[in-house]
């Protein structure tokens, strides 16, 4: 009779393993890989690997089919500690799925790496109904509010691209939006920045902010930063944010922040405006150009207002 | 971007003009020169921005001067916020 060693022997043959490491790599990366978690749905709930899918062991040969349609959909599977996974990795390969590759050291490694866990916890009744219009759409459902509400943007200048992308991000359940702006509110800010209102004038954009945020939406946590974005703070701020909104209103904040965002590998959502005419793009490291490539030089001083 | 749907900007220039009432899409590439993310990049750090702005926002001139975009097509340089 076999033994269950045999079995994981006769698994490690087929199944190439691969640490926590190579694989949030290949995930930065954006490779088209798909990661299973093969362990049972509690243990799924109280943490997992970030889009990872649930197929349990039991269901894996019925389910695979869902996450996985052809036989050469590069997949990786992890358990609680790679030995479940290894085993369900062989009968993937049994099954004619080509490229499958076992997560070394499983769910438990990666947590101890200090790799992100995702945790998902149930959307209360309030929130169900709050962001009811977005379950209507496939794209988005439960799984992708859960996912807004986990998310960290970081909105630098709270004024006249700052204030609609705040106010909707807020809306929709985005859980820490850090709100930064050294300026205070100005009368003639309320042409435009509808973020701040009138018995706020005077106050810091951050702060009057903030509280607007909050009374739109109470699951979001604001971070009001009533200071200029400048060489010696930046890298600290952004660390805690999954991406950076530049609604500045200068030249040197833009190709500040643009480097920063860089350096530290966080996407740049970009919006400018001047008149009647208005830009928006996303510099997405190592994705997609940066700012300096689109304006390796800024305009003369004077020529185009700040 | 957050949800991971759809398609997203990176690669691309959305302009919009509200007198006309248009939008317009300019592709734009990763530049090969640029200081910061191309093959010889010269910005490893953020040290530039404590010599001065004017260096800051020019390092390494490539391509356009004054403002106008490496990339064909696009228009001009714009700061406000």
Request: glycine letters at 10%.
């Amino acid at each position: 009779m076999k033994t269950l060693k045999d079995m994981l022997a006769e698994a490690r043959q087929v199944v190439p393993e691969q640490g926590p490491a190579d694989l949030k790599r290949r995930l930065d990366a954006g490779e088209p890989v798909v990661v299973v978690d093969v362990r049972d749905p509690d243990e799924y709930r109280d943490g997992h690997i970030e889009d990872a899918a649930n197929i349990s062991r039991g269901f894996l040969e019925f389910r695979i089919g869902t996450v996985a349609p052809e036989p050469s959909t590069p997949l990786v599977l992890y358990c609680q500690t790679g030995l479940r996974s290894m085993l369900a990795g062989k009968a993937l390969k049994d099954l004619g799925y080509q490229n499958v590759i076992n997560l070394q050291g499983g769910f438990q490694k990666w947590a101890q790496s200090g790799l992100p866990v995702a945790k998902d916890k149930p959307l209360n009744t309030e929130q169900i109904q709050r962001y009811s219009r977005h379950f209507l759409l496939s794209q988005v459902g439960e799984k992708g509010q859960r996912k807004l509400l986990r998310s960290k943007v970081l909105l630098i200048g709270a004024g006249g691209l700052g204030s609609p992308t705040a106010l909707y991000l807020a809306a929709a359940g985005v859980g820490t939006i850090g709100l930064m702006d050294g300026d205070v509110v100005d009368v003639s800010n309320l042409q435009r920045q509808i973020l701040h209102n009138t018995p706020n004038v005077g106050r810091p954009k951050a702060e009057s902010g903030a509280e607007m945020l909050r009374a739109l939406n109470p699951d979001v946590n604001v971070i009001p930063l009533a200071t200029r974005i400048d060489v010696d703070n930046v890298m600290d701020v952004l660390k805690d944010y999954d991406l950076v909104v530049d609604g500045s209103d200068n030249f040197d904040t833009r190709y500040l922040l643009n480097d920063a965002c860089y350096l530290a590998g966080k996407p740049n959502i970009h919006g400018s405006i001047f008149q009647f005419e208005g830009m928006a793009s996303v510099f997405a490291p190592n994705h997609g150009p940066c700012y300096r490539c689109l304006y390796p030089t800024p305009p003369p001083p004077g020529l185009v207002p700040s | 971007m957050l949800l991971g749907i759809g398609e997203t900007l990176v690669g691309r220039l959305l302009t919009y003009d509200a007198l006309g009432m248009r939008f317009r899409e300019v592709r734009l590439r990763r530049d090969p020169k640029c200081p910061l993310c191309g093959e010889h990049p010269t910005i490893r750090d953020l040290s530039i921005h404590r010599e001065g702005a004017a260096e800051a926002c020019a390092a390494e001139p490539a391509g356009g001067g004054n403002g106008q975009p490496a990339a064909a097509g696009a228009p001009a340089a714009k700061a406000g916020g």
